[in-house]
């Protein structure tokens, strides 16, 4: 319950967060008329309020009961959204900045310690944190992109506010962590296995802003498109980033948290030096989608290593993670921004892919830095022995060797739970589709309810089906299909997965 409450508060917050970065810019010009300059220092004031405030929320987390500090930064974001939505003159908006700053900074590094309480006996807690929180953020794009054409910005920024101050009660009405027995030392914190990772933190938060910001800068001048256009491009990168994150811990689980993160980094660098040579809108969504899942398979495993290495004082470990994501995120756009305006588009990705590449020496290499085991340890699913216990029996395959701790009822039982659990995420992966694909029939903007209504099915499929729709609802027509696409990838996998779930107990029986 606990962290099935974090979870939600996760998608609550981090939904409203995403889409009003993006609005707030737009807003802060066409509502109160500010200049580029004063819209830059307005973002900046919230960034380094938050920046300032992540490590004492951190040192606030490992003393306080958790679960109020949550709740207490998603109700001071969902007052800075309330403020932005009633602002007439910049100072309302800077105050609004704020307590945007200081809710963020509460409300992440809090909640991150608690889904690290679980960490231990579920290596899937941050990926399903990530699933969740990404799953908001594009939810929240669309619902947004939706409303402000009849809510303008006003019932957009207030019905972000009302989603703030749902997450806050959810939050505090979970269940308090239970009480462990007081330690008579307390053991030194581990700065110096720490810090490996957070350089790496730091470097993945950089080329992720910087990239994005890129071609954001780069849809906008050269291709000439919309808001609601560059959305588009956006949002199946954000899909795939709310369903990959999972499927690629079970990767993690397979061959180890080092070599995941240096393919995802080399992969990722791939893509963004195609990036500069894409020559159509089409391409560069889909190469999008492929940075998303490279970063999707990466965020967690660095979150996963800060959960292990600063265990007990995980407050202090997520504010120490926040500042430096944060810190890169800064320096990332900075670069981006120069190197887009002092250089061009080519060399620019050519650049930042450089930087990406980078992380698949300097992300294994803090992996290993920090001490922790390379497979993650999962008490949920069948486990094999550590590898410094294996590594004394070289002439014996890892996975005949079982923790001693084990025994056969457990084993047998493991995989099942584990294959529930993927069948109950499609389940309501299902039922959110199924939802939102019936709302688009209802008025008249979903590409199924088309492709079966059209004379020649071929003929609509690679038109593109409705041509004549413009703005939001050509949004949400082709948010919709390629919805579709991603939901039969997840299917066909969650079927493949459980098959092969369901058949490990007998092979191991046998």
Known sequence: MRQSSARWAAALVGGPTDLLDFLIPLWAGAALGLDASVIGLLLATELLVSFAARFPAGLLADVWERRNIAAAGAALYGISCAGYALSTDPAMAFISAVFGGLGGALFWVSLRAIVSESADSDSFAFPKLMTWQETGSWVAFVAGLTLISSLNFLG??????????????????????????????????????????????????????????????????????????????????AIVMSLIPVPAHRLTMRIGRRRVSAIAALSSATFAFALAFAPSTLLIAA?????????????????????????????????????????????????????????????????????????????????????????????????????????????????????????????????????????????????????????????????????????????????????????????????GKIWVIIFVIDVIWTLVTGRRSNQAPNKQES
Not at 195 to 218: D, F
Not at 462 to 467: E, H
């Open 156 to 237: 957009v920024f207030l019905a972000a506010s009302g989603a703030c101050f749902v997450a806050a009660v959810t939050i505090a009405a979970a269940p308090r962590r239970p009480s462990s027995p007081p330690k008579r030392t307390e053991p030194a914190f581990p700065t110096q296995r720490l810090r490996p990772m957070l350089v790496a933190t730091a470097l993945t938060s950089l080329a992720e802003a910087a990239i994005g910001l890129l071609l954001l800068l780069h849809l906008q001048k050269a291709f000439a498109l919309d808001v609601v256009s560059i959305a588009l491009v956006f949002l199946p990168g």
């Open 287 to 479: 190469l999008w989608i492929l940075s998303a899942a490279a970063w999707a398979a990466i965020i967690p495993i660095e979150q996963s290593v800060i959960a292990e290495v600063a265990g007990k004082r995980a407050g202090k470990g997520f504010g120490l993670y926040e500042s430096a994501s944060l810190a890169g995120a800064g320096v990332g756009a900075l670069l981006a921004g120069l190197s887009y305006e002092t250089t061009n588009w080519q060399v620019a990705c050519i650049l930042f892919a450089a930087v990406i590449a980078a992380g698949a020496i300097i992300t294994p290499w803090a992996v290993h830095r920090s001490g922790v085991a390379n497979i993650p340890r999962d008490d949920a699913t069948t486990e094999i022995a550590p590898a410094a216990f294996t590594s004394e029996i070289p002439n014996i395959p890892v996975r005949q060797i079982w923790i001693p701790e084990q025994n056969q009822e457990e084993k047998t039982m493991a995989t099942p739970k584990t294959s529930r659990s993927k069948f109950t995420d499609l389940g309501w992966h299902l039922l959110i589709f199924t939802v939102a694909q019936i709302a688009l029939a209802l008025v008249g903007w979903s590409w199924i309810a088309d492709s079966f209504t059209v004379n020649d099915f071929g003929e609509h499929l690679s038109s593109g089906g409705r041509p004549e729709l413009e703005g939001i609802p050509s949004f949400l027509y082709g948010a």
